[in-house]
T-cell receptor, first 114, second 115 residues
Framework: SQTIHQWPATLVQPVGSPLSLECTVE??????LYWYRQAAGRGLQLLFY??????ISSEVPQNLSASRPQDRQFILSSKKLLLSDSGFYLC?????????????FGSGTQLSVL | GENVEQHPSTLSVQEGDSAVIKCTYS??????FPWYKQELGKRPQLIID?????GEKKDQRIAVTLNKTAKHFSLHITETQPEDSAVYFC??????????????FGGGTRVLVKP
């Protein structure tokens, strides 16, 4: 069966510090991968998605970047965090071979930038 | 791009009553409409979805309806129970060739079922 791992679960970082959140998927190959952000009490905003190694599409201009160094690994990064980067970050995957199949979400990372 | 509006943002119902959440979307090419439930502190999970070739789908106490002409879809929960308390998200997507599909989510509805 497929599983998705996301870490860390919580993170408190000072403004201006770097960020690296990691997500890995097991039990499948060639997944579509996604990073979403959920601000407190708000909806899920798509930040990045990837359909293959090294292929990253950005949905909104921001202080963050994403990378996919391996087929089942998706990394969210920042060189210098801003207060506005605080939020709940969710990684998700979907089978590429099937159109419109459901997203499977990771357990999320609660990021607080102070 | 796609824009999904969801109402209401909060919904309080008495146990046993029905709850209805409504969403509208902007892109007429969208053809897949899932609903996710997120319990407090947990990840969102798919509870039901509907494709554009049907107008209604039901799964036990949950039903979804889709009106393609008006570009709106709704989630109906009947005989609500305390465990239905959660945040519910609607979403819309279309297949984008060579890029998979991207789900655009609504802002969420916080449902509270009072015993």
């Amino acid at each position: 069966s497929q599983t998705i791992h996301q870490w860390p679960a919580t993170l408190v970082q000072p403004v201006g510090s770097p960020l690296s959140l990691e997500c890995t998927v097991e039990g499948t190959s060639n997944p579509n991968l996604y990073w979403y952000r959920q601000a407190a009490g708000r909806g899920l905003q798509l930040l990045f998605y990837s359909v293959g190694i090294g292929q990253i599409s950005s949905e909104v201009p921001q202080n963050l970047s994403a990378s996919r160094p391996q087929d089942r690994q998706f990394i969210l990064s920042s060189k210098k965090l801003l207060l506005s980067d605080s939020g709940f970050y969710l990684c998700a995957w979907r089978q590429r071979a099937k159109a419109n199949e459901k997203l499977f979400f990771g357990s999320g990372t609660q990021l607080s930038v102070l | 791009g796609e824009n999904v509006e969801q109402h209401p943002s909060t919904l309080s119902v008495q146990e046993g009553d029905s709850a209805v959440i409504k969403c509208t979307y902007s892109d007429s090419a969208s053809n897949y409409f899932p609903w996710y439930k997120q319990e407090l502190g947990k990840r969102p999970q798919l509870i039901i979805d509907i494709r554009s070739n049907v107008g209604e789908k039901k799964d036990q106490r949950i039903a979804v309806t889709l009106n393609k002409t008006a570009k709106h879809f709704s989630l109906h929960i009947t005989e609500t129970q305390p465990e239905d308390s959660a945040v519910y998200f609607c979403a819309a997507s279309k297949v984008i060739k060579a890029a998979g599909n991207k789900l655009t989510f609504g802002g969420g509805t916080r449902v509270l079922v009072k015993p």
